[in-house]
């Protein structure tokens, strides 16, 4: 066998893996212990050779082939085993590609430097960008971070279905996003919503959200909008409303009651003193604050309006306590709080993540990094990753099962929530849980068998439900056979690869264009050597040998 594909372990991920590259129409000769035989009777089936034993060895490996293999993946559930598979297959051939999957991040990066492999990856790396994009809606397909720039790959919906391809580049391109394309020659990669397309985040709402207003319709929008915004800040509402919802019950009940008979006198003193509406309220702000003025008094009223004037200054002053009462509770708690290192909960527009595992730990990441608003609950809340979320956004401890849990962590108000806990069930529950004490809000849920995942959304109130291993395994594939790999998605039957490298001399000089003809590699976005921030190109662009370049090739699946 000659440029065949090597697959080191046929647990769950490297199941996947194989299932990609065979309908890539790529060879596969898989390494494995024992197991699941309904997996090795499948791979056989579908032409891959299967070799039972253990790939640390020499002789296996030298029997997989792995003198003419074009590359190897190690996808075993350790990372020792993975690493000693990469070391032997690096002395047997050193100029082999290796992909071997991680858990430890940290360890990853440092066998790719020291030891020259393609790729060090973690399927809590791979999927956690999945989980947050399905989150925020199911028009965001994958995001990914560059940098300190987060990307974001979503469907656009097209205002006119009909619109020319020109048009569509040009809608696009003002709020510098960048079409995915498909095989050289083919049109755009369409999904039933309309255009795919790649931009940073901020670039990606103002697109997304102009998408749907267009023309007069959109500017008059835009304008209620900045009206609104201009004259009633969100931050003054949010602020207002975490004051009033960190105050105890009784405070508030006193502080309304006591509002709501304040002003109702404006109607006793409107009455009793001859004055109109306005002077009356005038009359009272200047009774409740003992402004005193002089100018308007009860000096000639009844006995009883003067008694009941004596009462409205005892109550404006209890009502001034009252207040002073609230804030003074705000601004201690909050004191508090940050001497214990821990966060407010938010109670509208945030994000529930449940399990603060290295799923978990990595959504929240993602939300915290992309501006969002997140909340985090644990069972234990004792371990290392949910302390480090607890320094910037608040950890629930408890079942999130409970709808007392989830109350606390602002599931009435709440966006959306991910269920990713190590247990199948127990995610599937929360979803269920959160659905019925909050209808609007987006359940996500991790699922361990892609296929059981599919069923899951399918036949329950759920809005997405994902395999983590079936998201990782595009990346392991993709990046076994083209270097430089940041991503790989699956998007309408085809594998989507985002490539992040250098233009280089191999670029040097020529168009996007001509790049897309001849290598069927199409760049989408390109930052010079003294830019910021990338920027789309065209087709008249011209690439330079130290340009930065985010490129994507795509290929068909068979079904």
């Known amino acids: 066998m000659k440029d065949h594909i090597i697959v080191c372990g046929l647990g769950r991920v490297g199941y996947r893996v194989a299932e990609v590259l065979w309908r890539l129409g790529e060879a ?6 024992p197991t699941r035989e309904e997996w090795v009777s499948t791979v056989r089936e579908r032409g891959a050779e299967v070799l039972i034993g253990d790939a640390r060895t020499e002789d ?24 000693e598979i ?27 430097e020291a030891f020259d492999l393609r790729r060090a990856l973690g399927m809590s790396v791979l999927s956690a960008p999945s989980f947050a994009a399905a989150a925020l809606g199911e028009r965001v397909i994958a995001s990914f971070r560059l940098g300190d720039e987060l990307f974001v790959v979503g469907s656009l919906e097209l205002d006119d279905p009909q619109k020319s391809e020109a048009d569509g580049r040009t809608h696009a391109a003002q709020h510098r996003a960048a079409p995915i394309l498909a095989e050289p020659g083919e049109s755009e990669v369409l999904e039933s919503q309309g255009r795919v397309v790649l931009a940073e985040r901020g670039d990606w709402e103002k697109l997304s959200s102009s998408s749907h207003a267009p023309g007069a319709e959109h500017r008059r929008q835009e304008m209620k909008e900045a009206l609104r915004h201009a004259f009633f800040p969100s931050h003054w509402f949010a602020f207002v409303r975490q004051v ?17 008979i304040l002003l109702l ?29 002089g100018d308007i008094s009860p000096l000639k009223a009844t006995d009883a309006l003067k008694i009941y004037a004596c009462l409205v200054m005892i109550l404006g002053s209890a009502l001034v306590a009252t207040l002073y009462s609230i804030i003074t509770d705000f601004v201690v708690t909050s004191r508090f709080m940050q001497l214990l290192g ?80 190590d ?26 068998d892609g296929d059981f995942a599919k069923k899951v959304q399918s036949a ?75 920027s789309p190109c065209n087709d008249e662009s011209v690439l330079h040998r130290d340009d930065k370049v985010i490129a994507i090739l795509s290929r068909q699946l068979s079904a």
């Open 60 to 83: 296996r490996l030298l029997e997989a082939g792995i003198l003419t293999a074009r590359a190897i993946i190690a996808t075993t559930s350790n990372d020792l085993v993975n690493t």
């Open 342 to 421: 821990r966060q407010r909960v938010p109670q509208r527009g945030h994000f529930i993540v449940a399990g603060l595992g290295s799923v978990g730990f990595r959504v929240v990441e993602k939300f915290r990094l992309a501006g969002a608003q997140v909340v985090g609950i644990d069972r234990n809340g004792q371990g290392h990753l949910a302390e480090a979320i607890r320094v910037h956004s608040p950890v629930i401890v408890g079942d999130a099962r409970m709808k007392e849990t989830l109350a606390k962590a602002g599931i009435a108000g709440a966006r959306a929530v991910v269920a990713v806990t």
């Open 28 to 33: 596969v000769t898989v390494i494995t212990e």
């Open 460 to 534: 329950l109130d759920i809005d997405v439900a994902m395999g983590a291993f079936t998201i990782g395994a595009p990346t392991f594939a993709a990046a076994a056979l083209y270097p430089n790999v940041l991503t790989a998605f699956i998007l309408e039957s085809r594998l989507i690869v985002v490539l992040h490298r250098d233009a280089g001399s191999e670029w040097h000089g020529l168009s996007p264009s001509r790049i897309f003809h001849d290598e069927g590699v199409r760049p989408l976005m390109i930052k010079g050597a003294a830019q910021k921030r990338y």
């Open 86 to 112: 990469a070391l032997d297959s690096k002395r047997l051939r050193p100029d082999l590609p290796i992909v071997v999957r991680i858990f430890d991040q940290a360890l990853g990066e440092q066998l790719e």
């Open 423 to 448: 247990d199948d069930a127990a995610n599937i529950s929360v979803a269920l849980q959160a659905r019925r004490l909050n209808p609007r809000a987006r359940t996500v849920v991790r699922l361990f």
């Open 265 to 293: 006198s404006v109607f006793v003193f409107r009455a009793g003193m001859g004055l109109s509406t306005v002077d009356a309220f005038y009359f009272l702000i200047t009774t409740v604050t003992t402004t005193g003025y």
């Open 244 to 260: 009033w919802g960190s105050a105890p019950i009784p405070l508030r009940v006193v502080f309304v009651t006591l509002n709501v």
